[in-house]
Each structure stands twice: as C-alpha cells, then as structure tokens.
C-alpha cells in the first residue's frame, strides 16, 4: 500500500511560515493538504495534479498557502505563509489516483499520511 508520512509542523507566531511535507512510498497521481481542528470536520486546504499543472485551495487560505510536489522525490509541499491562529490544526496528507476536482472531499482520497500538527499563536 502506499505510505504518506508528512512532516514539519510545529509552533509559530501569528503572521509567522511553516513548510510541511509528505514523504511518498511510491507516486501516486493526485495528491493533497487537509486539516483538522478540535471539534471540527476534516477540511479541504489544497490539491495539486499528477504533474502540478492543476491546483485548488480553499478559499480560507488562498493567496497564503502554496502547494507543490517534487515527483522526483516523491514529495508534497505545503508553503504557508502569514499563518492566522485559526489555521491551527492537525494537517494530513492525502493521496488519491484520480483528480477530484477543485474542492474536494476527504472521502475523495484514499491514503492518509498520519498528520502534524501546526498551532499558531496569536
């Protein structure tokens, strides 16, 4: 099966920049951000295509957050930038064969990396 391991979270200020990563077993076509507060649903952050030419990001976090994969390294790349305190939450990669479209669900995916967490104070 294939395995997500992400990595790179931690703590940071308001305003402040993470940049996590998920480390693939294997290729896999399309690949994504999610992200789980406590209380909350598991919400869509960001896809990107089997080769980057497509991406989507949720409209909380467009303009702040980009998303990039190295195909050579098996590699997903979240840039995050002017993190808000309500971006807090655990992050999850995610991976699916097939192109799920612009705001997709978790349910579209079928591998999950085991998440890290990002808190970001205010």
């Known amino acids: 099966q294939v395995q997500l391991v992400e990595s790179g979270g931690g703590l940071v200020q308001d305003g402040g920049s993470l940049r996590l990563s998920c480390a693939a077993s294997?290729?896999?076509?399309?690949m994504g951000w999610f992200r789980q507060a406590p209380g909350k649903e598991r919400e869509f952050v960001a896809t990107?295509?089997?080769?980057?030419?497509?991406?989507a990001y949720a409209d909380t976090v467009k303009g702040r957050f980009t998303i990039s994969r190295d195909n050579t390294k098996s590699t997903l790349y979240l840039q995050m930038n002017n993190l808000k305190p309500e971006d807090t939450a655990m992050y999850y990669c995610a991976a699916t064969r097939v192109w799920p479209g612009s705001n997709p669900r978790p349910a579209e995916y079928n591998y999950w990396g085991q998440g890290t967490q990002v808190t970001v104070s205010s």
């Open positions: 990107i295509s089997k080769n980057g030419g497509l991406t």
């Open positions: 294997a290729y896999i076509f399309t």
